[in-house]
């Protein structure tokens, strides 16, 4: 069964400091996968998308990920974390070969603190 | 970049009443839109997926009967909750998608269904 794991349910980092927030995914077929970020009481933004183009994805607020097919991962950076990066971070991966049906990880809630 | 509105934000209401949330797109033609819960501090559980003019797909374990799901236009799909009970209180977003945004989702900004 397909399925998406990150790890890490909550991750705290100091202003200024890298982010790095875990998603690996299982699939027998070539996935699409996103990142989306959620700020409370809202509904989700995409950050970024890998659709079996080029493997490093750039996406908005300095965010950007790479598809690592060897590790069936897909992990979301940023170089300079800012106070308003602070919000709930989803993985997403569809299988049917177009943006249909996405299957959510558990989300990841980032903190950031002075 | 394309726009998906629901009403209403929040609803409150009491047990054994029926509430309708509205997902409307603005700037598109939803051909696809789809309904997720989300329980607090958790991810989004996907309920339905409905194209326009067509009845919607079930994901298994949600009660068709108890969340009516109607696409019956390009703009506007409506999420009825029947008989409404505290434990149907949770957050409800829709997603809609088109050919005209190259069949990516986007997302309301979501409805606070809290059942007393």
């Known amino acids: 069964a397909q399925s998406v794991t990150q790890l890490g349910s909550h991750v705290s980092v100091s202003e200024g400091a890298l982010v790095l927030l875990r998603c690996n995914y299982s699939?027998?077929?070539?996935?699409?996968l996103f990142w989306y970020v959620q700020y409370p009481n809202q509904g989700l933004q995409l950050l970024l998308k890998y659709t079996s183009a080029a493997t490093l994805v750039k996406g908005i607020n300095g965010f950007e990920a790479e598809f690592k097919k060897s590790e069936t991962s897909f992990h979301l950076t940023k170089p300079s974390a800012h106070m308003s990066d602070a919000a709930e971070y989803f993985c997403a991966v569809s299988f049917s070969g177009g943006y249909n049906k996405l299957i959510f990880g558990a989300g990841t809630r980032l903190a950031v603190h002075p | 970049g394309a726009v998906v509105s629901q009403h209403p934000s929040r609803v409150i209401c009491k047990s054994g009443t029926s509430v309708k949330i509205e997902c409307r797109s603005l700037d598109f033609q939803a051909t696809t839109m789809f309904w997720y819960r989300q329980f607090p501090k958790k991810s989004l559980m996907l309920m339905a997926t409905?194209?326009?003019?067509?009845?919607?797909?079930?994901e298994q374990g949600v009660e068709k009967d108890k969340f009516l799901i109607n696409h019956a236009s390009l703009t506007l799909s409506t999420l009825t909750v029947t008989s409404a009970h505290p434990e149907d209180s949770s957050f409800y977003i829709c997603s809609a998608t088109g050919t005209g945004v190259k069949n990516e989702q986007f997302f309301g900004p979501g409805t606070r269904l809290t059942v007393l």
């Open positions: 409905s194209n326009e003019g067509s009845k919607a797909t079930y």
């Open positions: 699939s027998s077929v070539p996935p699409y």
